[in-house]
């Protein structure tokens, strides 16, 4: 049993930044971040392997940066430039698998999940 737990949400006001954490564990193959806003479903936002291969979505390439330390049991979300759209809850997800690059932001591929952390992005 892999735990998560998310840290380094709050509020912010447009074009601001912010960096999430996810204390696991275990930091396992395969590690992802996703997003859930009111009413949509959950997106994949950045995923993360061991053998360093990232995968960003669309939506936040060029603004955010997935990064990891194994020796502390970290994962990290940096978060640059954020905009009202981006205001989710945000969860941390872990795989002990190869998620593959296809399926990055399928939230089946993943077994654990944290609690989540709320952003908030003003305007």
């Known amino acids: 049993q892999v735990q998560l737990v998310e840290s380094g949400g709050g509020s912010v006001q447009a074009g601001g930044s912010l960096t999430l954490s996810c204390a696991a564990s275990e930091i396992t193959y395969s590690m992802g971040w996703f997003r859930q806003a009111p009413g949509k479903e959950r997106e994949g936002v950045a995923m993360?392997?061991?053998?360093?291969?990232?995968s960003y979505a669309d939506s936040v390439k060029g603004r955010f940066t997935c990064s990891r330390d194994p020796a502390k049991g970290q994962v990290y979300l940096q978060m640059n430039n954020l905009k009202p759209d981006d205001t989710a809850m945000y969860y941390c997800?872990?795989?002990?698998?190869?998620?593959?690059?296809?399926?990055?932001?399928?939230?089946?591929?993943?077994?654990?999940w944290g609690q989540g952390t709320q952003v908030t992005v003003s305007s």
């Open positions: 997800a872990s795989s002990s698998g190869e998620v593959s690059r296809f399926r990055s932001f399928n939230p089946r591929m993943y077994e654990y």
């Open positions: 993360l392997r061991a053998d360093d291969y990232t």
